[in-house]
């Protein structure tokens, strides 16, 4: 499926760039791409969950801290 941008005689190389980009532009791969960077998985119901009781347990050691006035 690429692209592909012929020389046509006496063309200079800022052309057939321009006419390239151009291309690519109509094309609708550079949307295609941009859309797949940016998509992030799903994470499972479990690492969700383990995460959680994680952070959970930090805040309250952090809070203990607070209180013993070592943070």
């Known amino acids: 499926m690429g692209i592909e941008v ?7 190389p800022n052309a057939i760039l321009y006419s390239f980009t151009r291309r690519v532009k ?5 949307k ?9 998985r799903a994470t499972s119901r479990i690492k969700r969950r383990s995460s959680a ?9 952090v809070e203990r801290q607070k209180k013993l ?3």
């Not at 012929?6 to 200079?12: H, I, P, T, Y």
């Not at 295609?32 to 992030?40: A, Q, W």
């Open 32 to 40: 295609e791409v941009r859309r797949r960077k940016n998509h992030v």
């Open 26 to 30: 109509r094309s609708g791969i550079l």
């Open 69 to 71: 006035g070592l943070a």
């Open 6 to 12: 012929r020389k046509k005689e006496g063309e200079s």
């Open 53 to 61: 009781i994680h952070r959970e347990r930090k805040r309250v050691e």
